[in-house]
């Protein structure tokens, strides 16, 4: 002599929803006898929410005709942990966690990714690598806690920086990668001297001190039907000819 609305668990979809008398996947079940799976939240006799996964099938007569329906409930909610669980494993391994900027992982997606936007549409584009220079100085004479603080001090300067379009990771070490939506030189070389020149004005302050930052870059432009892999060779190239040639310095080339 209980309508649903009345009963004991007053179950919500995810959002919130109540289902009753309009998504409650027993109705459909008794009005058209397809079986029916959803996850809803049903309420605690303590009053907060468990999510429970719901299977519906119909119950009928000998002649086929529906008479109920059997409602059966799985408490998911070590399912629900495990699966935002792994949500934030993968979450962290697109994110340096130092830095807080893509990680190499996300960085070679992000790259594969613009080859293949390349191949489709033709929209080249620009890679630079950046490496910290004389970074091993810093760890030998302050220690790895400083070294940190400069590879946190080169990360946020180049994510603030950079334009919203263009892409920056961590590339390992004290290497960064940037790929610049940006498919010409004199675009790629404004856009590495502007990161360059930002991370010369930054510092990280020690006790007594004060830590200045360089950077050596090297950049390319993307070619049509080349791998990945050819072209961070030749921007790792141009990137050993600005130490080569002093460090603290572009090298730019097609």
Request: some cysteine; hydrophobic content about 40%; proline content about 5%.
């Given at each position: 002599?209980?309508?649903?609305?009345?009963?004991?668990?007053?179950?919500?979809?995810?959002?919130?929803?109540?289902l009753?008398?309009?998504?409650?996947?027993?109705?459909?079940?008794?009005?058209?006898?397809?079986?029916?799976?959803?996850?809803?939240?049903?309420?605690?006799?303590?009053?907060?929410?468990?999510?429970?996964?719901?299977s519906?099938?119909?119950?009928?007569?000998?002649?086929?005709?529906i008479?109920?329906a059997?409602?059966?409930?799985?408490?998911?909610?070590?399912?629900l942990?495990?699966?935002?669980?792994?949500?934030?494993?993968?979450?962290?391994?697109?994110?340096?966690?130092?830095?807080?900027?893509?990680?190499?992982?996300?960085?070679?997606?992000?790259?594969?990714?613009?080859?293949?936007?390349?191949?489709?549409?033709?929209?080249?584009?620009?890679?630079?690598?950046?490496?910290?220079?004389?970074?091993?100085?810093?760890?030998?004479?302050?220690?790895?806690?400083?070294?940190?603080a400069?590879?946190?001090?080169?990360?946020?300067?180049?994510?603030?920086?950079?334009?919203?379009?263009?892409?920056?990771?961590?590339?390992?070490?004290?290497?960064?990668?940037?790929?610049?939506?940006?498919?010409?030189?004199?675009?790629?070389?404004?856009?590495?001297?502007?990161l360059?020149?930002?991370?010369?004005?930054?510092?990280?302050?020690?006790?007594?001190?004060?830590?200045?930052?360089?950077?050596?870059?090297?950049?390319?432009?993307?070619?049509?039907?080349?791998?990945?892999?050819?072209?961070?060779?030749?921007?790792?190239?141009?990137?050993?000819?600005?130490?080569?040639?002093?460090?603290?310095?572009?090298?730019?080339?097609?």
């Amino acid at each position: 002599g209980h309508t649903c609305p009345l009963g004991p668990l007053q179950h919500v979809d995810m959002d919130g929803r109540r289902l009753c008398q309009t998504a409650c996947p027993l109705t459909h079940v008794l009005a058209d006898g397809q079986p029916r799976q959803a996850d809803i939240l049903l309420r605690h006799r303590d009053g907060h929410r468990v999510p429970v996964r719901v299977s519906v099938r119909p119950v009928r007569a000998a002649d086929g005709r529906i008479t109920g329906a059997v409602e059966t409930f799985t408490d998911i909610t070590p399912l629900l942990a495990v699966e935002r669980r792994a949500a934030e494993l993968q979450h962290l391994a697109f994110i340096d966690p130092l830095t807080g900027l893509g990680s190499r992982q996300y960085g070679e997606r992000q790259l594969e990714s613009a080859l293949s936007e390349l191949d489709r549409y033709g929209r080249r584009f620009g890679l630079l690598l950046l490496d910290i220079d004389h970074f091993k100085n810093v760890n030998d004479t302050w220690g790895h806690a400083t070294g940190d603080a400069v590879l946190r001090v080169v990360g946020r300067t180049l994510s603030g920086a950079a334009r919203t379009e263009d892409f920056v990771a961590r590339w390992g070490g004290e290497e960064f990668l940037v790929l610049v939506r940006e498919g010409t030189i004199p675009g790629l070389e404004s856009a590495a001297e502007r990161l360059r020149r930002m991370v010369a004005a930054a510092s990280v302050s020690v006790p007594g001190a004060e830590i200045g930052v360089t950077l050596s870059i090297g950049g390319t432009i993307s070619r049509p039907d080349e791998s990945a892999a050819e072209l961070l060779a030749r921007a790792d190239a141009l990137l050993y000819r600005s130490k080569e040639l002093g460090r603290d310095r572009v090298t730019v080339a097609p």
